[in-house]
């Protein structure tokens, strides 16, 4: 597939999705947002993709945002409005495969949308995260919001609060539990890659359907969402059957993190 703002690969099973505007810090523009919308479809309904990998092109930065110079469409009748970066996420369109973000330099703003809603993170030691939003007066909303299901609230309204003023290190990020790992720069995409492919080579039925059951359930309180999980179980299961079977399961040689 041939993109203007993004490049895009399958091997292995691994698709790996690159922001590919590094002159413009690879901000989103209209298209990348429409480009994103067709790639999350792709990943969605193409059952050779069992996992994703999100990273971005040049040494600057992995997104800051969206591309000011441009914008981004909005009806003209507000009560028709929706969110405009909506098309970023891979929840948002209902992909329910496992997401890997290899983030690197600066992360500011909008690459949220991303981020927010991916598995896990894993961060080059050089990345800083940041919200320029209430530095330009602007209100910050949809990241800060998205973001405080994932870390402490204070460190999320720290980060929309202070805005342009401070940057969070990388190092404070794997603290507060927004990254699960820290790498140097020139071993990220590798590390991410490793990582990618290990799951991807798990019985696929089983750890889309362990994807779905989570992000479905987050937003319930603990025990209504204990009351459907054995749905999840019940559908998913039986569906793979032959994958649950212990008969020739060979244990691999587990690593400590």
């Known amino acids: 597939m041939t993109f203007e703002t993004i490049r895009y690969e399958v091997t292995d ?20 947002v429409a480009e994103f919308s067709e790639v999350w479809r792709t990943v969605r309904e193409d059952d050779e993709v069992h996992v994703v990998v999100l ?23 507000v009560w028709s409005q929706d969110d405009p970066g909506r098309g970023l996420s891979p929840r948002a369109n209902k992909v329910w495969k496992p997401v890997i973000a290899a983030v690197h330099g600066m992360v500011a703003g909008g690459a949220f949308y991303w981020l927010n809603d991916c598995d896990f993170i894993v961060s080059a030691d050089d990345a800083m995260f940041f919200d320029p939003h209430v530095s330009y007066g602007m209100t910050s909303a949809l990241e800060p919001i998205g973001l405080a299901r994932r870390v402490p609230l204070g460190e999320a309204m720290r980060w929309a609060l202070v805005g342009l003023d ?19 720069s020139s071993e990220l995409w590798s590390r991410v890659d490793a990582l990618a492919r ?9 750890v889309q359907g362990t994807v779905k059951a989570v992000w479905e359930t987050l937003d319930m309180e603990r025990n209504a969402a204990y009351a459907v999980a054995w749905n999840y179980t019940v559908v998913g299961n039986p569906i793979g059957t032959a994958q649950v079977s212990r008969g020739g399961f060979v244990k691999p040689k587990w690593t400590l993190r």
């Open 166 to 184: 401070e940057r969070m290190s990388a190092d404070r990020a794997f603290t507060i539990g927004l990254v699960s790992e820290l790498v140097p």
């Open 198 to 206: 290990t799951i991807a080579a798990k019985p696929p039925a089983a």
């Open 13 to 32: 099973h691994v698709a790996t999705i690159t922001l590919d505007r590094p002159d413009k810090l690879n901000s989103f523009n209209a298209t990348m």
């Open 55 to 77: 990273r971005a092109a040049g040494d600057k930065a992995f997104c800051t945002g969206v591309d000011v110079a441009e914008g981004l469409d909005l009806h003209e009748n």
